[in-house]
């Protein structure tokens, strides 16, 4: 593996399981994929400490979408550390206004009206990314021999990394909690099936999802991998 890779689990508010972030240390420093929920910020903290990665030493925070879990904590490392944060286009508004429904379809008014009751997304959790990434960004410059991937579905910004060895970090894209399968949550199912489809015609070896256990990209049964549109 030419990358080492530390995996971490941080919980979710209100016992709702746990988000995954990567540290992914380099010849050049450290990089972050995805940073947790705002609440989780003194265990990602310690594990960053935990693992030697310190301020000034992490170069790059990738964000594979806007949720509120994945992108709780940028703006807070940015300041404190040092690092710059990439995410795609078609995310970033929702980072910016702190609204995980700019890009979606518009949920009904219950999901609406609850949903500030079990997330923290205010002023201190916005961010402009420094860095606007798709398929044609160059990791390499960042010490991190990787591609981004487009992989829409769960948001239309998603996107994964892939790396030469077939590790693919491929955000809420699939989850692991109990077994490999396609997110639950799918803004756009045909998007989603396209993205699986795109993924079946690389050399996926190893899936880091952003919920759950790493597993191997054979485990992906024909039928756990289907949603309907």
């Known amino acids: 593996m030419p990358q080492e890779i530390h995996i971490i689990h ?15 240390r380099t010849s050049a420093g450290y990089i972050l994929i995805d940073t947790g ?22 170069q790059l ?10 992108t ?38 219950l999901i609406r009206t609850l949903m500030p009751l079990f997330i923290s997304f205010g002023n201190s959790e916005r961010f402009t990314p ?22 829409p579905g769960h948001s239309k910004g998603s996107i994964g990394i892939l790396t030469p060895s077939g ?4 955000g809420d894209l699939f989850e692991n909690t109990k077994t490999p ?8 199912p045909i998007a989603a099936q396209a993205s699986i489809a795109a993924l079946e015609r690389l050399a996926v070896k190893t899936i880091y999802p952003g919920h759950g256990q790493p597993f191997a990209m054979e485990q992906l049964s024909q039928s756990s991998s289907q949603v309907q549109p």
Do not use: W
């Open 37 to 58: 929920a705002t609440k989780a910020r003194k265990a990602l903290y310690q594990e960053l400490e935990s693992a030697g990665c310190q301020p000034g030493s992490l």
């Open 72 to 109: 709780g904590n940028a703006s807070a490392l940015r300041s404190a550390f040092g690092a710059r944060l990439a995410m795609h286009h078609d995310d970033a508004g929702m980072a910016e206004r702190g609204d995980m429904f700019v890009n979606r379809k518009k949920p009904g008014l």
């Open 130 to 151: 420094d860095i606007l990434i798709d398929e044609t960004y160059d990791l390499s410059h960042d010490g991190l021999e990787a591609r981004v991937l487009s992989l």
């Open 181 to 188: 399968k396609l997110n639950s949550l799918m803004d756009d």
């Open 61 to 70: 925070i990738i964000l594979t979408h806007g949720d509120f879990d994945h």
């Open 10 to 24: 941080l919980p979710m508010p209100f016992g709702m399981g746990t988000v995954n972030s990567y540290l992914i």
């Open 167 to 170: 590790d693919l970090f491929c």
